[in-house]
């Protein structure tokens, strides 16, 4: 496909830091992208999703609901996720791990002057690699597409992390005490970002089917070595 850079369809989520892009600079953002596989993902997910949230320390429960979510909070948080209206997507690690998520909540009615929420988690160990801006940007990309005008962003004062993520593409920031508010204007869809969107969604899609055939791979081939290791004994003996 043109401009696909196939060299990064097998990148180990786990392994590498992505290049940081910035929505503010007007770059394109496909190769960027690119370079870190992400997935839209559907409601078969929910045990994936609830694994990733479950996994989150308490202080970034705290920052991603805006209170200390319990488990059987995060429980009925996952179980009530609308999947029709919303959008979820996903990065994964080799294990197939989902180590990185994004929720945009979209508006009821596109017609009506609305905004997309954007929430995001990433695993504590797979921060500061540049996966929280490249799920934003993948979310601004899908908002622009949806002919969404605005992306929202409600998030604690505290939360630096989150609030540089939107400052550094050009949300408007407006603090009231302890919350804070994001607004990040879009451009209109045009024939460049639905082309982005459809390379940045293969790529996501084909990552993942290599994983997948990677993770049954290796276990077809442990599975064997099990097998014959009693092989392997009887000989000895
Ligand atoms: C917010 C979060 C999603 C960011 O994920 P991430 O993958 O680490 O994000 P990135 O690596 O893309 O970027 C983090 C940016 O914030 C900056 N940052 C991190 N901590 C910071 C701090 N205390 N003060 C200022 N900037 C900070 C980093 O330097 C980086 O900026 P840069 O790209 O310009 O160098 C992640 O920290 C997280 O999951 N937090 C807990 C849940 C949460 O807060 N969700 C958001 C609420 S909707």
Redesign the pocket.
Known sequence: MPGMDTSTLSHDADAAP?E?PSVASGESTSRNLALVPIREIGSRYRPQILWHLLQ?EP???Y??FGYNATDEQIRHYVEGLDFERDQFFGIFNRKLELI?MAHLAHPRDTTEPGYTE???????H???????????ERAALHTINRGVDTLY????SE???????AQ?AGAQIERAGAESEAYLRLPEANFRTRLDQFLADHVGHVDYWLKSEASTLRDVLTSNRSDDAPAKADERN
């Open positions: 992505a940081k989150l202080a970034d429960r920052l991603r990185a954007f929430g995001a988690s990433v695993s504590q797979a921060r500061g690699r540049g996966y929280g801006t490249l799920l934003f962003i409600q998030s604690l939360n630096a992390a989150m609030l540089h993520i550094k």
